[in-house]
Nanobody, 125 residues
Framework: QVQLVESGGGLVQAGGSLRLSCAAS????????MGWFRQAPGLEREFVAA????????TYADSVKGRFTISRDNAKNTVSLQMNSLKPEDTAVYYC??????????????????WGQGTQVTVSS
């Protein structure tokens, strides 16, 4: 049974930083690309960042490029999202997700088959 468990969310002031982590189990973690998505109230879930199985390539949404950094530790089965210079519009529930192992890396949420329960990030102005 695949489990993805996010942690690290919370309340932070604009300009601050948070680091989200996702612990994976029940899958061959190093075979899967990993992604982070977010969903704000009333909006669709949107792509934030993705990383290939080796960690050698990353992709970001334009809205977070230069502020967020995705990384992974295959020895610990974890993927992280370092979020700096946070803005109120970053407020959302953040989810980590995994596509099938044959998907290299993708911004399309419909290709992801495993999802965590999410962690709330709130940025106050």
């Amino acid at each position: 049974q695949v489990q993805l468990v996010e942690s690290g969310g919370g309340l932070v002031q604009a300009g601050g930083s948070l680091r989200l982590s996702c612990a994976a189990s029940g899958l061959t973690f190093s075979s899967h690309a990993m992604g982070w998505f977010r969903q704000a109230p009333g909006l669709e879930r949107e792509f934030v960042a993705a990383i290939v199985w080796s960690g050698g390539s990353t992709t970001y949404a334009d809205s977070v490029k230069g502020r967020f950094t995705i990384s992974r530790d295959n020895a610990k089965n974890t993927v992280s999202l370092q979020m700096n210079s946070l803005k109120p519009e970053d407020t959302a529930v953040y989810y980590c997700a995994a596509p099938p192992p044959w998907i290299r890396s993708n911004y399309n949420r419909n290709t992801y088959i495993y999802w965590g329960q999410g962690t709330q990030v709130t940025v106050s102005s």
